[in-house]
């Protein structure tokens, strides 16, 4: 079965500083990795994935991740943090069984970016 | 372009009721996926339609949850004598291809259904 875990319920984060969300997973066979931004009463929005390739995927808003298979994680970085980047943030893993479509995602990290 | 719409956005129903909950999708997109994300949760899949074909449905908590996407385009998520423990956001999300393995879904802003 496949699982995904943010260890970090909350990360707080000053405004300029880099920031870093944590996501470890598990998976038969290579994994599908996705991350996604929840702003209140908002559906999620995508921000990047890791399919094969470079370990490091840079996604939307400056935002990238770095695929660690010995360590099965896939944590969300950025360089610099906004109070805009201040939401829910939710990993995601689907596996590259045939059939299996469906996303699993974790239970979500709050970043708060304080001015 | 026009993303993924879902309306209601809010629902409240009393114990008991049937609610029909609706999903248009990105025009074009094969795949469409339903989801509930309770509330502190993260959303938790229900199903998934290929075109009108019903390929999962794994998901669904109950007999009570029925979809149906019959022309391949716009989807329902209805639930049948609603329970308290329906009360979720309800996510729908589509993705262009038939193999949808490798490309990222996009999500509608979601139902909130509320029980009471």
């Known amino acids: 079965a496949q699982s995904v875990a943010q260890p970090e319920d909350q990360v707080n984060v000053a405004e300029g500083n880099p920031l870093t969300v944590k996501c470890t997973y598990s998976?038969?066979?290579?994994?599908?990795l996705f991350w996604y931004v929840q702003y209140p009463n908002r559906g999620l929005q995508f921000l990047l994935k890791?399919?094969?390739?470079?370990?490091l995927v840079k996604g939307s808003y400056g935002f990238e991740a770095e695929f660690n298979k010995s360590q099965t994680s896939f944590h969300l970085k950025k360089p610099s943090a906004l109070v805009s980047d201040s939401a829910l943030y939710f990993c995601?893993?689907?596996?590259?069984?045939?059939?299996?479509?469906?996303?699993?995602f974790g239970t979500g990290t709050r970043l708060l970016v304080s001015p | 372009g026009a993303g993924v719409s879902q309306s209601p956005r809010y629902k409240v129903a009393k114990r008991g009721q049937d609610v029909a909950l609706r999903c248009d999708p990105i025009?074009?997109?094969?795949?469409l996926f339903w989801y509930q994300q309770a509330l502190g949760q993260g959303p938790e899949f229900l199903t998934y339609?290929?075109?009108?074909?019903?390929?999962?449905k794994s998901g669904l908590p109950s007999d009570r949850f029925f979809a149906e996407r019959p022309e391949g385009s716009v989807s329902t998520l209805k639930i049948q004598r609603t329970q308290q423990e329906d009360s979720a956001v309800y996510l729908c999300?589509?993705?262009?291809?038939?193999?949808?393995?490798?490309?990222?879904?996009?999500f509608g802003p979601g139902t909130r259904l509320t029980v009471t």
């Open positions: 999300a589509s993705s262009f291809p038939a193999s949808t393995s490798t490309y990222e879904q996009y």
């Open positions: 998976v038969s066979g290579n994994p599908y």
């Open positions: 890791y399919i094969t390739g470079d370990n």
């Open positions: 995601a893993v689907r596996g590259m069984n045939t059939g299996f479509q469906k996303l699993v």
């Open positions: 025009s074009g997109h094969v795949s």
């Open positions: 339609f290929q075109n009108e074909a019903q390929l999962d």
